[in-house]
């Protein structure tokens, strides 16, 4: 079992920046990467960026630029910074530890409980 937390979601204007966090726990196996989701209200969750055990990372074509996805491995903890943030980018953050073949993301079952990021304008 795998269990995730994330942190640092919050409240911020249009132009400004946050960092979520999500720490890591537990057994984990066949798991060789970790990504962000994201899902706003009536919307689909859909896969905001990934990062691999070896230090390969994806982002979707929205928050290129703008966001960056890293990890400390020793303390199995992965980042999502977040910079000029825009109002389309509220949502709810989710961390979730996948596996990585063949240069696609599988997302695995293991989610955190989600972080609220609301960008006012």
């Known amino acids: 079992q795998v269990q995730l937390v994330e942190l640092g979601g919050g409240l911020v204007q249009a132009g400004g920046s946050l960092t979520l966090s999500c720490a890591a726990s537990?057994?984990?196996?066949?798991?060789?990467?970790m990504a962000w989701y994201r899902q706003a209200p009536g919307n689909h969750r859909e896969l905001v960026a990934y990062?691999?055990?070896?230090?390969?990372?994806k982002y979707t074509d929205s928050v290129k630029g703008r966001f960056t996805i890293s990890r400390n491995n020793a303390q199995n903890t992965v980042y999502l910074q977040m910079n000029t943030l825009k109002p389309e980018d509220t949502a709810v953050y989710y961390c979730?530890?996948?596996?990585?073949?063949?240069?696609?993301?599988?997302?695995?079952?293991?989610w955190g409980k989600g972080t609220l990021v609301t960008v006012s304008s």
């Open positions: 979730n530890a996948g596996s990585y073949r063949g240069s696609v993301y599988y997302s695995h079952a293991y």
């Open positions: 537990g057994t984990i196996f066949n798991i060789n990467a």
């Open positions: 990062i691999t055990n070896g230090g390969t990372t």
